[in-house]
């Protein structure tokens, strides 16, 4: 039986574990056996990422034996968190949607490469910070003092499940615990050091662009890899104050999923609780002008996972 895992807040403000089967919240601990890893009796979803496939087959017999006698929670009332509280590495994709990069090579009357694999050309990433960036389902994430152009970009996020170093491609998505929903938040205005030299290596600023408070919104749900199918065949969606201004598929993929952990556990290791975001589809507000404002709400949808809110203080 299909099941999604979450995050909420405890009465005390501590996280806990949740399991969601057939459209219904129960408290993991509460319907947990006592046959069940300390890490599903008592933990967080990061400690069930250390030993994922062993922790994968508790949760699916707990989802079988999930009955209604259960007591319920209900998702108006709990205080959802981000799945992950404390991530491993978060790894990026930029440029990776094919309507994307042709709305933005037209925005910014720029030639970009439409099939960079063709051109021989590596999937791109960046880094954003961990922890420090989280926000979950319906939190609000105060406005960065430092730009006046933030912007909204839906993602498919992967969730690493175990140790992946020097896969190929066709084993690559093996190494996935699940997946759930993204909003890459983004301050367009600070990726160009204006002061710096144009010609200087030292001319751009990453970590001012793509890591902010709540700059990863991330939730509601972490769903298994075996419930997802292809994660290439996905709609994906973001409404901004009820306005649908994304509206795409992941088989728009330029780089799918296993070829970005294929490619990434070349360089480095990749460890469970890792997180990679597959890029964003067309319609952000850079392709516009048009930027988020205090007061805003996103929505990110993806078929299979849920919906992901997030307001703007």
């Given amino acids: 039986?299909?099941?999604?895992?979450?995050?909420?807040?405890?009465?005390?403000?501590?996280?806990?574990?949740?399991?969601?089967?057939?459209?219904?919240?129960?408290?993991?601990?509460?319907?947990?056996?006592?046959?069940?890893?300390?890490?599903?009796?008592?933990?967080?979803i990061d400690d069930m990422l250390t030993d994922w496939p062993a922790s994968h087959r508790m949760l699916a017999r707990i989802a079988d034996a999930t009955g209604a006698s259960a007591?319920?929670?209900?998702?108006?009332?709990?205080?959802?968190?981000?799945?992950?509280?404390r991530p491993g590495v978060i790894y990026a994709a930029g440029a990776n949607y094919r309507d994307h990069v042709e709305a933005m090579g037209k925005a910014m009357n720029m030639k970009l490469s439409l099939?960079?694999?063709?051109?021989?050309?590596?999937p791109w990433h960046f880094i954003k910070a961990g922890k420090g960036t989280l926000a979950g389902h319906r939190e609000v994430v105060p406005f960065p003092g430092h730009t006046q152009k933030l912007d909204w970009e839906a993602e498919l996020a992967v969730v690493i499940g175990r140790k992946a170093s020097k896969v190929s491609k066709e084993d690559a998505l093996e190494y996935v615990a699940g997946y759930t929903c993204a909003n890459d938040l983004s301050a367009r205005d600070n990726l160009v050091r204006q002061q710096v030299d144009p010609g200087s290596p030292f001319r751009f600023d990453w970590i001012g662009h793509k890591s902010f408070a709540g700059a990863c919104p991330l939730g509601p749900f972490l769903t298994p890899a075996e419930f997802v199918g292809s994660p290439e065949e996905l709609d994906i969606k973001l409404w901004l104050n009820g306005e649908l201004?994304?509206?795409?598929?992941?088989?728009?993929?330029?780089?799918?999923?296993?070829?970005?952990?294929?490619?990434?556990?070349?360089?480095?290791?990749?460890y469970p609780g890792d997180v990679v975001l597959t890029g964003t589809p067309a319609g952000v507000g850079m392709e516009t002008g048009n930027f988020l404002k205090r007061g805003d709400v996103m929505r990110v949808w993806i078929n299979g996972l849920g919906d992901l809110e997030t307001t703007i203080a």
């Fill in 1 to 44: 039986m299909k099941y999604q895992l979450f995050t909420y807040a405890g009465q005390d403000g501590t996280p806990k574990s949740g399991i969601a089967v057939a459209d219904k919240l129960y408290d993991l601990a509460s319907v947990a056996d006592g046959d069940a890893s300390a890490a599903i009796r008592s933990g967080t």
């Fill in 115 to 122: 099939d960079p694999r063709s051109e021989g050309i590596d």
């Fill in 245 to 270: 201004k994304q509206d795409s598929n992941t088989s728009n993929h330029l780089y799918g999923v296993a070829d970005h952990i294929a490619y990434l556990s070349q360089r480095l290791d990749l």
């Fill in 71 to 85: 007591p319920v929670l209900s998702a108006d009332s709990i205080t959802f968190l981000a799945p992950l509280t």
